[in-house]
């Protein structure tokens, strides 16, 4: 079985974790910052950052358009933290000029785990992920305050001050995280999206 080709959006953020997780589950990866990278991927990571910044330079690179019809034509992407925000429809507390690729129909809170509790690590159970909860990492996290019809809630914070926070979600070939997989050494989650990457 040839291994899928997926590219993490290496504009701002952590890419070189994604690209490590990425080839430790036995895909081939790659970073992408032109149109012409994004074409030769079965699939595109957005890596956790700054989304203001990604999304400035998403039009400096001239990727915004590529990336909206690629997702429209269905390839998968996986939106770790401020790839969460920029694959949402909407987004509280965000820059009136931030603009994501709206790929999953969900209202996101920027930063909200930021004046709550700060970054923290929390246990989450991932439907489709098996083995125990996932330890996860959040670093000024949004989370989800609403999801569509067609969203399924993968995740939820188990306990602790943002218990049953909404941190996990699939909408098709799309899935976003509110926290980190990629600086815990726990590959189940890429290993996730590598196979939906596949069955794509």
């Known amino acids: 079985m040839t291994a899928p080709v997926i ?21 081939e990866a790659r970073p992408v910052r032109r149109p012409s990278e994004l074409d030769a991927v079965d699939g595109l990571v957005i890596p956790g950052g700054e989304s203001t910044t990604i999304s400035k330079l998403a039009d400096i690179f001239e990727m915004r358009e590529p990336i909206d019809k690629r997702i429209a034509g269905g390839m998968p992407v996986y939106g770790s933290c401020a790839g969460m925000i920029m694959l949402a429809t909407e987004v509280l507390d965000g820059r009136p000029d931030q603009r994501g690729f709206a790929g999953i129909e969900m ?31 959040f670093i000024r996290a949004p989370w989800v305050e609403r999801v569509g019809a067609a969203v399924q809630v993968i995740g939820k914070v188990t306990g602790g001050p943002a218990a049953e926070r909404i941190v996990a979600v699939r909408q098709g070939n799309l899935l976003a995280t509110s926290f980190h997989p990629e600086l815990t050494g726990d590959l189940r989650v890429h290993a996730y999206f590598v196979e939906l990457v596949r069955a794509a």
């Open 107 to 137: 209202t996101v809170r920027r930063n909200a785990f930021g004046r709550q509790v700060d970054s923290f690590e929390a246990p989450v159970e991932i439907a489709g992920v098996p083995g125990e909860p996932f330890h996860a990492v």
């Open 7 to 27: 590219g993490v959006l290496a504009l701002q953020g952590d890419v070189r974790e994604h690209l490590a997780a990425l080839a430790a589950t036995g895909a």
